[in-house]
């Protein structure tokens, strides 16, 4: 058995891992910055999963001494951890940067990135001590470099945490720890449609294009977690939706019509 830790796992993405890893047989630590949140997520799954194979704990990756009590927190309640998912994401609305407020970049770029170095940290102090560990870190939207009008702070975000993961490979190489990325590609949650939230018409636009290139959770989910389960090499980035499946995508969309949001 292999013991679990998501980060931002009450919903979305990272919901959905929690309950792919509990169907391969996982024990797994559900984290939230709200506690309510993280019981009704643990609520949830412990109606279709074993309870004693799940934990909830409460805390907000921007501190990193609560990113030091779930670490404490989770060995003392499984003994160990074998993978540790920095997943907790975070989206200022959707428009140019000059008009985003400061405290919503403040927040984008403390959760997105602070939050990811500071759950390293913890985690491959912990997983050097015990010998052992896997640490993914989910990159999006900008981790290749391509620019999109409107999300420039995530975007930007998610570049530096490409480096920062590449760079956190090479330092831990010689020791026994895995690290690597994740790339989901793109998948219908609340992040994504939060960004269009009172404008219906841009959304309709926009549509057509999501049922070519998006996927839901439900598909993406159990894919990433067999991989990270699998995977025994440090440096990789497990990516879901691959150059060749996007384009193969684009080919078939006047035959197969996929709709997302029905």
């Known amino acids: 058995m292999k013991y679990i830790v998501i980060t931002g796992s009450t919903r979305g993405i990272g919901f959905g891992l929690a309950d792919a890893f509990l169907e391969l047989g996982c024990s797994?630590?559900?984290?939230?910055?709200?506690?309510?949140?993280?019981?009704?997520?643990?609520?949830?799954?412990?109606?279709?999963?074993?309870?004693?194979?799940?934990?909830g704990y409460a805390c907000d990756v921007r501190r990193p001494e609560q990113l030091?009590?779930?670490?404490?927190?989770?060995?003392?309640?499984?003994?160990?951890?074998?993978?540790?998912?920095?997943?907790a994401g975070f989206s200022a609305p959707q428009m140019p940067v000059w008009k985003v407020q400061p405290a919503q970049?403040?927040?984008?770029?403390?959760?997105?990135?602070?939050?990811?170095?500071?759950?390293?940290?913890?985690?491959?102090?912990?997983?050097?001590?015990?010998?052992?560990?896997?640490?993914?870190?989910?990159?999006?939207?900008?981790?290749?470099?391509r620019k999109h009008d409107g999300l420039t702070l995530y975007?930007?975000?998610?570049?530096?945490?490409?480096?920062?993961?590449?760079?956190?490979?090479?330092?831990?190489?010689?020791t026994p720890l895995i690290v690597g990325s994740l790339r989901p590609g793109m998948v219908i949650t609340d992040l994504i449609m939060k960004q269009y939230e009172g404008r219906p018409a841009e959304f309709?636009?926009?549509k057509r294009i999501f049922n070519i290139i998006a996927d839901q959770v439900e598909t993406v989910a159990p894919w990433m977690a067999t991989q990270i389960l699998a995977n025994q090499k440090s440096g990789v980035c497990i990516q879901y939706l691959s150059q060749a499946r996007l384009i193969s995508r684009f080919l078939a969309s006047p035959f197969r019509k996929r709709d997302l949001f029905a």
């Open 28 to 55: 797994v630590t559900v984290s939230g910055r709200v506690q309510a949140g993280v019981d009704e997520a643990v609520g949830k799954l412990a109606s279709k999963h074993d309870g004693q194979s799940l934990f």
């Open 68 to 87: 030091s009590s779930l670490w404490t927190a989770c060995k003392e309640r499984f003994g160990q951890v074998d993978v540790w998912i920095n997943n």
């Open 105 to 145: 970049a403040q927040d984008v770029v403390q959760t997105n990135l602070l939050g990811v170095i500071y759950g390293s940290m913890v985690a491959i102090q912990g997983m050097l001590e015990q010998g052992f560990g896997s640490l993914y870190n989910i990159e999006g939207m900008g981790s290749d470099g």
């Open 155 to 174: 975007g930007t975000t998610k570049y530096g945490l490409h480096y920062f993961t590449e760079c956190l490979a090479r330092e831990t190489r010689g």
């Open 204 to 206: 309709e636009r926009v």
